[in-house]
């Protein structure tokens, strides 16, 4: 569609957008009748079962035609109960028995900080009011979200109206912003935690958010073994609530249900959205477990939180639908088997592509880093635009990737990110794979020498 055409406003105001017109499986279909793999699996790993499965069309139709809203300050529906009581008994990890149902992400890490100050005050813990983050995380684009994350990109033109945050390194064993001992990692990145809570008093910190894989920022970077531990034991020490961000690692993205049973590591609260329905409807949520709500309740209180479309019963009939379908078809198990498939294709593409600098992720959540020189982990000059550059190349060719900028410091570095829907099979990701290499070979072949 010609920009200067549309009534929409776009992402970008500099681009001409071609229209999707439909899509099928793992591929979108544009208005000329072009295919594109969704190696993205949208903006970004939200389509986690493809497009149009009738299974889940069939259950909006259904849903649609008995009632799509209701007024959640008087009444509770078999939807919202329904998607609820799956998410505990067969998603979540023990020790979780409640869901609040928001519209996406941004809300869901909104609410779940809400909850936790409202906690904190419950028990007798009133100036407990600072989040702590980590620089180079994303967690929404809300104001507050973009307070608490640490996406310098999104961050900076709101500099000056964000609220009080507190950040600390974040935990990437390729560029290690601690102390420079990664790989021998000593757990750095995770004692500044420590170390920041005590500077500002424990007395006034109520919680410390992560996302157990760094999506849009960095690009799939998984922790390393033992942080999430460590974590664990200082937030409990420090009696600050420890919230995981699965809003792109949750329901099986990972290879496992949620992203930080990879740590073993229970948090008090975790945020979803993206794949709990697939991008078939807006949904967000946040588990909290029994002992977090029973703090606030019999102190007589509520959770003072809430949208306008929380708990739709349609987007809940939606995401019961697209879980009932990610364990009907195993999609969780394909995610580990197809994603350790994709990660061993990217590693094999290193050997033959010297702009790789990095392979990294876990599961159908996979990031390549650009470098300059291997031997100094140099980035390329961010007017470069090497990841747009690439991502535009293998759109070309009919591949979605996810580029990402700044993934060095905030500012220079470059990485693709792929978070397919868990449907892909091998003979997919090896077109996908194909594509990239190619793509790869026509951006080397174009670079300045």
Partial sequence: MDAARSAVLHRDLHRTYPAIARGAGIYLFDEDGRRYIDGSGGSAAVTAIGHAVPEVVDAIARQAALVAYSPTHAFTNAAVEDCARLIVERFAPAGFSKVWFVSGGSEATDNAVKMAVQYQRARGEGSRNLIVGRWMSFHGATIGALAYGGNAGRRRTYGGMLPAAEHIPPCNSYRCWANGACPECDLSCAAALDRTIRQVGPENVAAFIAEPVVGATMGAVPATPGYFQRIREICDHHGVVFIADEVMTGFGRTGRNFGIEHWGVTPDLITCAKGIAGGYAPLGAVLARPDFVDEVARRGQSFVIGHTSSGNPLSCATGSAVLRYVLD??????????????????????????????????????????????????????????????????????????????????????????????????????????????????VEEALPS
């Fill in 329 to 442: 078809h195993g999609l969780v198990e394909n995610a580990a088997e197809q994603g350790s498939r994709l990660l061993a294709g990217l590693e094999d593409l290193k050997t033959r592509h010297e702009i790789i600098g990095d392979v990294r992720g876990l599961g159908l959540l996979c990031g390549i880093e650009f470098v300059r020189d291997r031997a100094t982990k140099e980035p390329f000059p961010p007017q470069l635009g090497l990841a747009r550059r690439i991502g535009a190349a293998t759109l070309e060719r009919g591949l979605i990737s996810y580029p990402g900028a700044g993934t060095v410091d905030g500012q220079s570095g470059d990485h693709l990110l792929y978070a397919p829907p868990l449907t892909i099979s091998a003979s997919q990701v090896d077109e996908v794979l194909a594509i990239l290499d190619a793509s790869l070979s026509a």
